[in-house]
């Protein structure tokens, strides 16, 4: 990270209304009992794991848990009490993530059946993105550019700012999800969305509506076309999708700041404009741009005019890749 | 003291090495969700700590501190019991994803008086942008501990932290009404 980064990331809070929105944060502390009560329940959980007594018993209104069972299922399962075997799974169970299911379907995670189809389809285990990303600085004209090397796996997302360590960037080790509108997809579940575009788009927005999905739809597309390792017809029909959000516009033969040629679509969202240039024979992104969509956008000390830059992040390379550095 | 990286690393063959955890971090966590589910916030402490527990063997250092792990976690958590919720006919109403806990979000800022035009300019962002901000905001992360909570790289966190803030800017801007404090009131 640069330092004008930092600085950047230290002002993320600086707009009119901050102070009252994080007054609004402000919460009683946990009651003694309520923290007491989880502690209970992690003694409970190692104690079952060593087999040293009874699991933990649970008020009525206390449901148990138990980490290799989604919750909702488990809630409907056991609604009172927590046996000693529930716990011992909690504290045995190997899965943990939203997927996570009883016996029969141990092992059947989105991670764990990553191995196996990597095997089945010879697919790399990573994916790797190479950005240079450029942004407005608020304070001054003065430009902000960065680059950054991302690999993405089944399991986690590392990266590296610059010249800078190879960092891990998420912690979900039961699988990374890509984040469309609300929803959520892993990466063995890309080769099972629909490539219809009517049907897509339907998976992709869920329930959201209005012009939130839209945006969120095009960065969340924008996200997989750029960080996935989605096969050509999935591309070719996300890219349907993105044509197809009420306003989007496209404009063919463009270039993005290196030169490459590509189709673009743009989107206004808010005081912004977003355009997002892709390779139609690949359907691989090369850039998204963000700008001022009219005259008068306040950027610091700044008023900027209609067309102004605001952020720019270039694909310089994307693909497969079979190794990543370790942290 | 023991950092919370040795305490967890230590729990794998000492469970009491646990236990301190909870004490260190059910302060934050419990904000976390009472900010987010108020009605449901002591429950879910004790679940994100049991699926922490059982987890444990899978945190590694290098992934980052333990508290965005812990977030990450709490944020699993929230969004299972979101999706298992009866909604308020309103969020039904308005087509919000289930998992989302904006509806609760926002009764709170609507509580705290916040602007209706903030909370209107929030509800418009993408829900990745509002969860970023409210992670910077409320659970004073680092942009990128909240990007490995919310699971988008570092970058991408940065870039859509400055274009939620631009928009808030945008909307709330000199010409909105300020208080004698100089906040919007």
Not at chain 1, 100 to 121: M, V
Not at chain 2, 95 to 103: K, R, T
Not at chain 2, 106 to 118: E, G, I, K, Q, S
Request: net charge neutral; glycine share 8%; hydrophobic share 40%.
């Amino acid at each position: 990270m640069t330092g004008q980064q930092d600085m950047n990331d230290r002002n993320l809070l600086d707009f009119p209304g901050a102070r009252r929105l994080k007054a609004a944060g402000k919460v009683a502390p946990p009651s003694a009992d309520a923290v007491a009560a989880a502690l209970a329940a992690v003694r409970s959980a190692a104690g079952a794991a060593e087999g040293n007594g009874p699991a933990v018993e649970y008020e009525l209104e206390r449901e148990p848990v138990a980490a290799v069972v989604p919750l909702r299922s488990w809630r409907r399962r056991l609604p009172v009490l927590a046996s000693a075997a529930a716990v011992v799974a909690v504290v045995a169970g190997v899965a943990f993530g939203p997927w996570s299911d009883s016996g029969e379907a141990r092992g059947s995670s989105p991670a764990a059946q990553g191995s196996a189809a990597q095997e089945r389809t010879g697919t790399a285990p990573y994916w790797k993105v190479q950005t240079r990303q450029w942004s407005r600085t608020s304070e001054s004209r003065q430009k902000d550019e960065s680059y950054e090397t991302v690999w993405r796996s089944r399991s986690d997302t590392r990266g590296q700012s610059g010249d800078g360590p190879v960092q891990y960037y998420t912690q979900d080790v039961a699988g990374v999800p890509y984040t469309i509108c609300n929803n959520r997809i892993y990466w063995d579940q890309l080769d099972k969305l629909p490539t219809d575009p009517a049907e897509l788009r339907a998976r992709l927005v869920g329930k959201e509506t209005g012009e939130e999905a839209d945006e969120g739809l095009f960065l969340g597309i924008e996200e997989l076309l750029a960080g996935s390792p989605a096969e050509p017809r999935l591309r070719a029909a996300l890219f349907e999708v993105l044509t197809r959000i009420p306003g989007a516009r496209v404009t063919e033969h463009v270039k993005d700041s290196t030169g490459r040629a590509g189709t673009a679509v743009d989107l206004d969202a808010g005081t912004w404009r977003e355009r997002l240039i892709i390779d139609t024979g690949t359907f691989h992104a090369l850039e998204l741009v963000n700008t001022a969509r009219n005259d008068g956008l306040k950027w610091g000390k700044q008023e900027l005019r209609a067309g102004d830059l605001l952020m720019r992040t270039t694909y310089l390379s994307v693909g497969p890749a079979w190794e990543a550095p370790r942290p | 003291m023991a950092t919370d990286e040795e305490l967890l690393a230590r729990s794998g063959t000492d469970a009491s090495a646990f236990e301190p955890l909870v004490e260190r971090h059910s302060r934050a966590l419990h904000g976390y969700f009472a900010r987010r589910a108020p009605g449901a916030a002591d429950d879910l402490l004790a679940e994100a700590w049991l699926r922490a527990y059982a987890g444990r063997g899978t945190y590694d250092a290098a992934r980052g501190p333990v508290r965005a792990w812990l977030f990450g976690v709490a944020r699993n958590v929230l969004a299972a019991h979101w999706r298992g919720q009866e909604r308020p006919a309103a969020a039904v109403l308005a087509g919000e994803a289930s998992s989302d806990p904006w509806h609760a979000v926002d009764r709170r800022l609507d509580a705290a008086a916040v602007a209706p035009l903030m909370r209107r300019t929030l509800a418009e962002l993408p829900s990745v942008e509002r969860e970023l901000l409210l992670l910077i905001a409320w659970e004073q992360l680092s942009p990128t501990e909240a990007a490995a909570v919310v699971g988008v790289p570092a970058g991408t966190a940065r870039s859509r932290l400055h274009r939620a803030r631009t928009r808030l800017r945008a909307a709330l801007g000199p010409s909105a009404p300020l208080s004698l404090t100089g906040d919007l009131v």
